[in-house]
Nanobody, 124 residues
Framework: QVTLVESGGGLVEPGGSLRLSCAAS????????MAWFRQAPGKGREFLAG????????YHVDSVKGRFTISRDNTKNMVYLQMNSLKSEDTAVYYC?????????????????WGRGTQVTVSA
């Protein structure tokens, strides 16, 4: 069992930065594949980035590659999403997810645990 709580969302101007945090509890966190998704109004849940339980294994989708960076600190049970050069189209609710598959998967169905999300609004 893993419980996830996201934080760090808010209102930011285009071109700005935010760092999202995901606090995880549960004994299996260090062996969980973690990911960030987002969901804009009227749209499906979109995979953004994933990180395996071993350090160094990450994947970012092309639309955020070079702007967003996923990382984790297993000593603190934390996962982060550093977001730079934000655009208005990045406005969405951002979710942290945990899965037991050691491979980084992009389908939300492959993740068993979800946080409640944090709102990110990019607007002037």
């Amino acid at each position: 069992q893993v419980t996830l709580v996201e934080s760090g969302g808010g209102l930011v101007e285009p071109g700005g930065s935010l760092r999202l945090s995901c606090a995880a509890s549960g004994r299996t966190f260090s062996r969980s594949t973690m990911a960030w998704f987002r969901q804009a109004p009227g749209k499906g849940r979109e995979f953004l980035a994933g990180i395996g339980w071993s350090v160094g294994q990450t994947y970012h989708v092309d639309s955020v590659k070079g702007r967003f960076t996923i990382s984790r600190d297993n000593t603190k049970n934390m996962v982060y999403l550093q977001m730079n050069s934000l655009k208005s189209e990045d406005t969405a609710v951002y979710y942290c997810a945990a899965g037991t598959d050691p491979r980084i998967r992009s389908n939300p169905r492959d993740y068993s645990y979800w946080g409640r999300g944090t709102q990110v609004t990019v607007s002037a």
